[in-house]
Nanobody, 121 residues
Framework: QVQVVESGGGLVQAGGSLRLSCTAS????????MAWYRQAPGKQRELVAT???????NYGDSVKGRFTISRDNAEKTVYLQMNSLKPEDTAVYYC???????????????WGQGTQVTVSS
């Protein structure tokens, strides 16, 4: 069994901050990339940020300079620090982990259940 669980969503006023966490657990041999996506009502899921095992990051244009992705490899956890939040950041945020499991199928692309982030104006 391999799963990821997100936490840290909630309601915040515009200009505020939130920190999301996502932890992978189960029969994991190694973790490759980790990422955050989001989906607002009526819109397609979009990439927020990614981070490789070595710490190389990539951000969606709409969050550059405001959001920071980081990871703790020992804890199998990825974080998303969100600052200067805007109402348009309101969405369900999903964690995505590309990993190698110790059981078959080994190569897995795992999604979390999502956590709601609501930014009020």
């Amino acid at each position: 069994q391999v799963q990821v669980v997100e936490s840290g969503g909630g309601l915040v006023q515009a200009g505020g901050s939130l920190r999301l966490s996502c932890t992978a657990s189960g029969s994991i041999l190694s973790i490759n990339s980790m990422a955050w996506y989001r989906q607002a009502p009526g819109k397609q899921r979009e990439l927020v940020a990614t981070i490789t095992e070595g710490g190389i990051t990539n951000y969606g244009d709409s969050v550059k300079g405001r959001f920071t992705i980081s990871r703790d490899n020992a804890e199998k956890t990825v974080y998303l620090q969100m600052n200067s939040l805007k109402p348009e950041d309101t969405a369900v945020y999903y964690c995505n982990v590309d990993l190698i499991a110790t059981i078959l199928p080994q190569r897995r692309d795992i999604w979390g259940q999502g956590t709601q982030v609501t930014v009020s104006s």
